[in-house]
């Protein structure tokens, strides 16, 4: 790589120790190019205003030109996991990519997490939600995916979102907190995602002060016979249930749910998980789906104020608003461009090795980004956990209306 100097503005004299890529693997074609796209776009934007990456606090004289490189993960139109990891092998053969960004899908990190691992590449995702590529549960239902996903030994996946079991915990702050209910009956459909929704939504809705009713299944029912919740909707009214939540994946069985619920007189509020947020739900809900919420990993941009700058900037450069996983990815890249600057001070002023870049990504603390102040735990999860709430009005609508941004 070659050497220059040059001078930056009231910083003095300044060596560019050469240009280095950040990775980044998205669907920038086909159906899923509306997800990837507008993620490109954040990524680039911070590098932009990033400019140069010079060292954090010893060695400011000492910089980075810093480049984005984008793969396509799409294949006949969708994002493919084996694409996705044959775009990591290539980022991974590049020296010059310290770092990657992405990807946006649970199947993609499933390929992706191994061959960036050996690699010994950071990747930080600003969408992935599946808690198993970096817990183990004591339930045991992720049956030791995070560590065999990691060949190596060691972490080298991050997320800025948190992950999808928050959302049981977030569901229950909007009915306590927001909705004003006080006694909940809870529906699941016995799967490991559903059952630990379910205790997830217990435990706060009791520690927020309210009370389940009936919670001795905590209201399961066999995802694998027809839907019929006749019974469990006769006994949630009985006991003056003031609130259902639908603790599955199944939107068919939660619109099923929904309608029994009006036709059988008990015309509450129906909370469910991010399945619930397919128009498919409402449509098969028909004229039931109004009054039904749901829950979705992740910010809502226009309720944070810290997120304001990014958003005008965002629209003045390309002309439309952010996408929904924009601000995330945003925050992404930034908190790697901060790791890429410590690790030039931990390299005494010189180019900095993938290890280091690494090292300082798992070392992030406090980092003040556009989505609020987060941290990495030993897992590579953050913990600023946001939780967007949404409802439905009518089955006509494409999506649901925002509610309230939660925190899990």
Request: include cysteine; glycine fraction near 10%.
């Amino acid at each position: 790589m070659t050497v220059a100097s040059c001078v930056g503005p009231g910083s003095g004299s300044q060596q560019v120790l050469g240009l280095v890529k950040l990775g980044a693997d998205l669907p920038l074609s086909g159906d899923d190019a509306q997800d990837g796209v507008p993620v490109e776009h954040a990524i680039e934007l911070a590098v932009t205003q990033a400019g140069l990456v010079c060292g954090a606090t010893s060695h400011h004289d000492a910089c980075l030109q810093l480049k984005p490189a984008a793969f396509d993960d799409v294949n006949k139109g969708i994002h493919d996991p084996a694409s996705g990891a044959r775009n990591v092998q290539a980022m991974a053969a590049d020296s010059a990519v310290l770092a990657m960004i992405g990807p946006l899908y649970d199947s993609l990190a499933k390929s992706e997490i191994p061959v960036a691992n050996a690699a010994h590449l950071a990747l930080v995702s600003p969408a992935v939600s599946d808690e198993c590529l970096t817990q183990a549960p004591p339930d045991g239902h992720c049956q030791g995916l995070a560590a065999r996903l990691r060949p190596r030994r060691i972490n080298n996946f991050f997320r800025v979102v948190t992950t999808q079991l928050v959302e049981g915990t977030a569901g229950a702050d909007l009915a306590f907190e927001r909705l004003g209910k006080r006694s909940a009956f809870i529906v699941n459909d016995q799967t490991a995602f559903g059952q630990s929704l379910a205790t997830a939504f217990s435990e706060r809705f009791t520690q927020d002060g309210g009370s389940i009713m009936d919670p001795s299944d905590l209201g399961a029912f066999d995802p694998g016979q027809p839907a019929d919740f006749a019974t469990r909707v006769d006994r949630a009214k009985a006991l003056t249930a003031d609130v259902i939540y639908f603790a599955g994946s199944n939107l068919g069985a939660a619109a099923t749910l929904r309608r029994e619920m009006l036709g059988r007189g008990l015309p509450v509020p129906l909370i469910g998980p991010h399945q619930l947020a397919n128009g498919q739900f409402a449509r098969l809900a028909g004229g039931s789906a109004g009054g039904s919420y749901y829950t979705l990993v992740g910010p809502h941009p226009a309720t944070i104020r810290q997120a304001a700058t990014f958003l005008r900037d965002y629209r003045r450069v390309y002309t439309q608003d952010a996408g929904g996983w924009s601000l995330a990815a945003f925050d992404a890249t930034n908190i790697v461009i901060r790791a890429i600057a410590r690790a030039i001070d931990d390299a005494g002023g010189r180019l900095p090795t993938r290890d280091q870049v690494l090292t300082e990504v798992s070392r992030t603390n406090k980092d003040n980004g556009a989505m609020g102040v987060m941290s990495f735990d030993p897992h590579g999860d953050t913990t600023l956990k946001l939780i967007s709430a949404y409802q439905w009005l009518a089955s006509t609508q494409p999506s649901g209306d925002f509610v309230a941004q939660l925190a899990g």
